[in-house]
């Protein structure tokens, strides 16, 4: 599984993730994708195979219910907060999350204390 972490995101979030959490995580900006839309990045992702975009933006999930999985959605619900916050909600609640996604979840909200599968 490979973490594709959204624009929305703070630029030292993905090496955070995946140093924290000794997982592939790469900002949409390393791959290129900066200035693509979320059509462009829905569908490079889908071709890449087994990609999580993790992102604030609804409309990845909206993609992802009209158009199905892949890729899969990790959604930030969580507001603006500070880095250190979001890391400590990430702490918390990333590793329940990834469980959620390797059992197959399509789409899987964290909020600021909770979390959600759709």
Do not use: Y
Not at 1 to 17: C, K, N, R, T, Y
Not at 40 to 59: L, P, Q, T
Not at 60 to 79: D, H, N, S, Y
């Amino acid at each position: 599984m490979i973490f594709w972490v959204d624009a929305q995101l703070p630029p030292g979030f993905s090496p955070w993730l995946a140093e924290t959490f000794h997982i592939k995580a790469n900002s949409l900006k390393f791959l290129g994708l900066w200035d693509a839309g979320d059509r462009e990045i829905f569908e490079a992702a889908r071709r890449a195979g087994n990609v999580v975009i993790i992102s604030k933006d609804s409309d990845f999930v909206e993609l992802v219910l009209r158009l199905g999985a892949p890729p899969r959605i990790l959604w930030v619900t969580c507001g603006n907060v500070t880095n250190r916050r979001l890391q400590a909600v990430f702490n918390a609640l990333f590793p329940q999350a990834l469980m959620m996604l390797e059992k197959g979840e399509a789409i899987v909200e964290i909020s600021g204390d909770e979390i959600t599968g759709k």
